[in-house]
C-alpha cells in the first residue's frame, strides 16, 4: 500500500484565493482525519470522519474552511478565502478504528504558504 | 491552552547513549497514550502506545512509562541512533465523547551526534 497520498506538497497562493488540498486515506480505513501544524500552536485537529460523515468539526478554526468527503478514497479540505494567517502544513491521516484503539497513518502533509 | 505538554523541548545525546523524552498531560480522563516520530519534511510516524491501564510497554528498543499518578509518561529509547533524530510527540486520547480525538503535544526535538 503507499500509504496516505496528499496533494499538492507544496501551495503558494496569494491571500483571498482558494485553497484545495486532496488526500487519498489508506484502502479499508473507516476514519479520516485532517490536522494543521504550526510552530506556534502545533499539531490541532480540525476534522474527523467515520465512514464518509463528519464526526467533529470542532476544530475548524471558521467558516472560511470546509472538509468533504464524497466517497471512502478521497477527501478535501477547502480554505476561501485564504489569509496568510492558514499557513501551516496541512496533514491528512487515516485509521482502521478510532484514535482510543490504535495508530493514525499520516501523510507527507501539504505545505501551504498564504502571501 | 495546551492539555498535553513537554518539559524539554530539545535533547542532544551522543550515539550509543540512552534518550529519555517526557511528556505531561493534564486530562486525568485521558485513556490512551501514543507516541509519534516526526522526521523533518514528513508526517508524524508511530513508534509506541500505552493504555491507562498499564505503566509500562516495551517495543524495539522503545518502552513507554506511564505514570497516572502525576500524569507524566516518558519515551525511553536505548543505544540512540543518528537515524533517531527527528521531533518526537506525545498524544493523548481522552476517549468519551471526544472519541477519535488525539491532542498532541508541542514536540521535543531529539539530535544524536555521532
Known amino acids: 500500500d503507499a500509504g496516505v497520498i496528499q496533494s499538492p506538497r507544496h501551495e503558494v497562493t496569494e491571500m483571498g484565493q482558494e485553497v484545495t488540498l486532496r488526500c487519498k486515506p489508506i484502502?479499508?480505513?473507516?476514519?479520516l482525519f485532517w490536522y494543521r501544524q504550526t510552530m506556534m500552536r502545533g499539531l490541532e485537529l480540525l476534522i474527523y470522519?467515520?465512514?464518509?460523515?463528519?464526526?467533529?468539526d470542532s476544530g475548524m478554526p471558521e467558516d472560511r474552511f470546509s472538509a468533504k468527503m464524497p466517497n471512502a478514497s478521497f477527501s478535501t479540505l477547502k480554505i476561501q478565502p485564504s489569509e496568510p494567517r492558514d499557513s501551516a502544513v496541512y496533514f491528512c491521516?487515516?485509521?482502521?478504528f478510532g484514535t482510543g484503539q490504535g495508530e493514525l497513518f499520516f501523510g507527507s502533509g501539504t505545505q501551504l504558504s498564504v502571501l | 491552552g495546551e492539555s498535553v505538554g513537554l518539559h524539554l523541548p530539545t535533547l542532544s545525546v551522543q550515539e550509543g547513549d540512552n534518550s529519555i523524552i517526557n511528556c505531561a498531560y493534564s486530562n486525568s480522563a485521558s485513556d490512551y497514550f501514543i507516541w509519534y516520530k516526526q522526521e523533518s519534511g514528513k508526517g508524524p510516524q508511530f513508534i509506541i502506545d500505552i493504555r491507562s491501564n498499564m505503566d509500562k510497554r516495551q517495543g524495539q528498543r522503545v518502552t513507554v512509562l506511564l505514570n497516572k499518578t502525576v500524569k507524566h509518561l516518558s519515551l525511553q529509547i536505548a543505544a540512540t541512533q543518528p537515524g533517531d533524530s527527528a521531533v518526537y510527540f506525545c498524544?493523548?486520547?481522552?476517549?468519551?465523547?471526544?472519541?477519535?480525538?488525539?491532542?498532541f503535544g508541542q514536540g521535543t526535538i531529539l539530535t544524536v551526534h555521532p
Open positions: 484502502s479499508g480505513h473507516d476514519y
Open positions: 470522519f467515520n465512514n464518509n460523515v463528519p464526526i467533529d
Open positions: 491521516a487515516s485509521s482502521p
Open positions: 498524544a493523548e486520547n481522552a476517549g468519551g465523547t471526544s472519541y477519535g480525538k488525539l491532542t
